[in-house]
C-alpha cells in the first residue's frame, strides 16, 4: 500500500489526497504566518522558562506522539517516547542554537535520537560541535537566525511544488522507517528510481530554499 | 552537482539520497557512521544533511497531532526535573581534548574505533594490508577500518552491493581518479576497481560495504571466509 493512501502525517496543500486530509484535521498550512516564535520559545526554555514549555509542548508533544506512532510505536510506547523527548528538549535546551536550525528541526533530531534509541538499541552517529577534529562551521550571523525562522513555511512550500511521486518517497524515508529498498518493494518501483526520486526531491527543496535566501 | 561543494580540498561525496537517509534516521548503521564521519571533515555535506533535517522537522511540524494524555504535561516536566545523569559525555573525546592534539579521526569514529589512530590493534588482511572490523551483523552493512600499505594496491575486487571508502589518512587513486583525507569513493555493484596507495604513507580508511566484496584472485577467495569482510 502505498504511503499516500495510507497516510496522514503531512498535510501540505497540493495533491487530492492531501486536500482529503486537511478535511480530516482542519489544519490550514497559512496559519504558521501567525504561530507563535517556535524559535524564541525554544530560547525561552533553555532559561527554564515554563510557559514556554507548556506552548512548546502544546504545539509538539502531540506532533512527535503522531511521528512515533507513525514508525510503528503502539500508543503507550508513543506517549512515552514524546513525553520523553519534551522531557529531553528541556534539558538540552540550552545546547540549541537558533543561528543553526529552526526549533522544528532541532525537536525532530531530538525525537528522531530517541526512537532510533528505543527500537534499534544504538546511537545515531553524528559529528560532535567541540570535536577539535571537525572543520567547524562558518561563523552564525544574526541572518542566519532570521533565515530559519521561516524554515518550516518555505519547506512546506518546496514540499507543496514536489511532485506526488517524489513528496511520497520523503515520506516514506522519514516518517516509515523503510531504507530505499524497502521502498522500492512497497512502491514496486526499481530501487534506481527510489534514489534518483530521493536526490531530485532533495535537489528541488534546496534549491526552492536558495532561490528564497 | 560537484561545483556547488564549497570545501574545494573534499572532492568526493556520498550521494544526497545517503545524506537524507542519514537525516531520516533509517540508514543503517555502518552508513550512517560513514556519513556523520564525513560530514565532520565537510562543511557541504554538513549543511546537506541539515538541510534534509529541516524538511524532517517541516514533516514533524505538519503531522496530524495525537492528543497526548492527560497530566502529560506535568509528567513530562517532573521527568525532565530529575536528576540523571548526562549520557552523551565521550571519555575518549576527553582523553584526545586533554593532550591537546587535533586527532586525525573525528568524532563519531573514534567513538566506534575505541579511540584515535595510534593505539589501534589492527588485524592481517595478507599482502601488507590490515584491517578492524568496526560495525558487522548477520547480513547487515559492515563498517572497517582499511590500511593499505604505501604504494600498494587493494586486492581487486568487484561488488555484490554499494561499496563506500572514505580517507582518512593518505591518499590512494582508483581508475585515474585521486581520492585523499574526507574523500568518498562510492563503488556500484559492476565496478571492478583496484584502489592503489600514493607512495609515502599507509593509506588508512573507513570502508562500507552492504555486501560482502568478491575478490578476484584465488587466494584472495580462499582466504575470504577466514577473515570475514
Known amino acids: 500500500m502505498s504511503a499516500a493512501r495510507r497516510g496522514l502525517s503531512w498535510s501540505g496543500p497540493s495533491s487530492q489526497l492531501n486536500r482529503l486530509k486537511l478535511l480530516q484535521h482542519d489544519k490550514p498550512s497559512h496559519q504558521e504566518d501567525a504561530s507563535p516564535d517556535w524559535n524564541a520559545l525554544l530560547c525561552d526554555v533553555a532559561r527554564q522558562d515554563r510557559a514556554a514549555f507548556a506552548a512548546l509542548f502544546a504545539h509538539f508533544a502531540p506532533r512527535v506522539k503522531s511521528y512515533m506512532l507513525r514508525l510503528g510505536s503502539d500508543p503507550m510506547q508513543a506517549e512515552e517516547l514524546a513525553q520523553e523527548a519534551l522531557a529531553t528538549v528541556w534539558r538540552k535546551a540550552d545546547r540549541y542554537d537558533p543561528a543553526r536550525a529552526a526549533a522544528s528541526t532541532w525537536i525532530f533530531t531530538v525525537a528522531r535520537n530517541l526512537r532510533i534509541d528505543a527500537f534499534r538499541r544504538r546511537n545515531h552517529p553524528e559529528p560532535d560541535p567541540n570535536d577539535p577534529a571537525l572543520i567547524p562551521d562558518p561563523p552564525a550571523s544574526a541572518d542566519m537566525v532570521v533565515s530559519h525562522k521561516q524554515d518550516a513555511t518555505r519547506i512546506r512550500k518546496a514540499l507543496a511544488e514536489l511532485s506526488d511521486d517524489q513528496r511520497e518517497v520523503l515520506q516514506l524515508s522519514f516518517f516509515d522507517d523503510q531504507t530505499h529498498t524497502q521502498i522500492s518493494q512497497t512502491l514496486g518501483i526499481p530501487l534506481g528510481t527510489v534514489k534518483s526520486r530521493i536526490r531530485l526531491a532533495f535537489g528541488r527543496i534546496r534549491n526552492l530554499l536558495e532561490d528564497e535566501e | ?229
Open chain 2, 1 to 229: 552537482m560537484k561545483s556547488e561543494h564549497i570545501d574545494m580540498s573534499i572532492q568526493h561525496h556520498p550521494d544526497d539520497e545517503l545524506l537524507v537517509g542519514h537525516a531520516a534516521g533509517e540508514l543503517p548503521e555502518a552508513w550512517s557512521v560513514l556519513v556523520a564521519t564525513h560530514s565532520a571533515l565537510c562543511l557541504d555535506c554538513r549543511a546537506r544533511v541539515y538541510a534534509a533535517e529541516a524538511v524532517g522537522g517541516a514533516l514533524v511540524a505538519d503531522a496530524c497531532p495525537v492528543e497526548m494524555k492527560d497530566g502529560a504535561l506535568e509528567g513530562t516536566l517532573a521527568r525532565a526535573l530529575e536528576p540523571r545523569a548526562d549520557t552523551t559525555t565521550r571519555a575518549v573525546g576527553t582523553r584526545a581534548e586533554m593532550r591537546d592534539t587535533k586527532p586525525i579521526f573525528p568524532q563519531p569514529l573514534r567513538d566506534y574505533a575505541g579511540g584515535d589512530l595510534d593505539g589501534l590493534r589492527w588485524r592481517r588482511l595478507g599482502r601488507g594490508a590490515y584491517h578492524i572490523p568496526l560495525v558487522s551483523g548477520r547480513g547487515a552493512p559492515t563498517a572497517r577500518l582499511l590500511r593499505i600499505p604505501a604504494g600498494r594496491p587493494v586486492p581487486e575486487h568487484g561488488h555484490n552491493g554499494l561499496e563506500l571508502t572514505m580517507v582518512l589518512r593518505g591518499s590512494f587513486t582508483d581508475g585515474g581518479q585521486r581520492f585523499g583525507v574526507g574523500d568518498v569513493e562510492t563503488a556500484d555493484t559492476d565496478l571492478e576497481h583496484q584502489p592503489v596507495a600514493a607512495p609515502g604513507e599507509d593509506c588508512i580508511c573507513l570502508a562500507v560495504t552492504d555486501a560482502p566484496l568478491r575478490f578476484r584472485g584465488v587466494f584472495a577467495r580462499l582466504v575470504q571466509p577466514f577473515i570475514g569482510i
